[in-house]
């Protein structure tokens, strides 16, 4: 597979994005035109109308977070039987260690588990909060868009994981995935973590973290999140 770089924009640029993104009921919202730092307002509102309309408008399809084609057993395919999966441990969060299995929700609320995706040739995670700029400006990128489109005829998963609002205090919801969702057009597979346990089970940090795993749950790569690294890994389990 060839570097992103400049493919990894859509073709609705950032500054096209930009009326929607710091309109005011969005800001409130989300808080889309900060500088990242958590606040104590602003998400309230995400479980009213505005969060509803964007829950029953995200995209089209069945299966995690509503991705198109997708199914709650994976990304392309359907439930796939694997010897040695779910794995059995032991477990850990290091390179080459067997991850442990966390439960997270899908924006319509279903529970998916990390070892769901035990079958899987290869699967990428990445966390996202709505506080962090640099999280904020990967997902008007797209790049996960295109992560997503170059691997989806592989065994391959991607999910992208909501953690946090704009406020600390304040996890994030069904509605509020289905928001995020919606706001950036993400065709992947979307989720959220309501009680932080990619951070305490994981060891990823809420913004803006990747781990990379091979079959079985292997962890390839765990860490700050960067597009050339991402890459490589998968570029090495898939081979191109």
Request: charged letters at 10%; a negative charge; proline letters at 7%.
């Amino acid at each position: 597979m060839a570097r992103l770089g400049a493919r990894a924009r859509r073709p609705t640029s950032t500054a096209r994005l930009l009326p929607l993104l710091c309109a005011p009921w969005l800001v409130a919202l989300l808080g889309a035109c900060g500088d990242g730092t958590p606040t104590e307002t602003g998400v309230g509102g995400v479980g009213g109308s505005a969060g509803a309309g964007a829950s029953s408008g995200g995209s089209s399809g069945s299966g995690v977070g509503g991705a198109a084609g997708s199914t709650p057993d994976g990304g392309s395919g359907g439930s796939i039987s694997v010897e040695g999966c779910p794995p059995e441990g032991p477990f850990g969060t290091a390179q080459g260690e067997v991850a442990p299995d966390v439960t997270l929700l899908d924006c319509e609320g279903n529970e998916h588990h990390l070892h769901d995706l035990c079958p899987r040739q290869g699967a990428y995670l990445y966390t996202w909060a709505a506080w962090c700029s640099s999280c904020q400006q990967n997902a008007q990128s797209g790049t996960h868009n295109v992560l997503w489109s170059a691997y989806q005829g592989d065994d391959f998963d991607l999910w992208f994981v909501v953690t946090g609002t704009t406020s600390l205090q304040e996890p994030p919801d069904a509605a509020y995935c289905a928001l995020v969702r919606e706001l950036y057009q993400l065709n992947m597979p979307v989720l959220y973590d309501p009680t932080g346990v990619t951070q305490s089970m994981l060891q990823l940090q809420p913004n803006s973290a990747s781990l990379v795993m091979s079959q079985h749950d292997v962890i390839e790569l765990t860490g700050p999140w960067a597009l050339p690294i991402v890459e490589d890994e998968l570029q090495s389990i898939f081979g191109h």
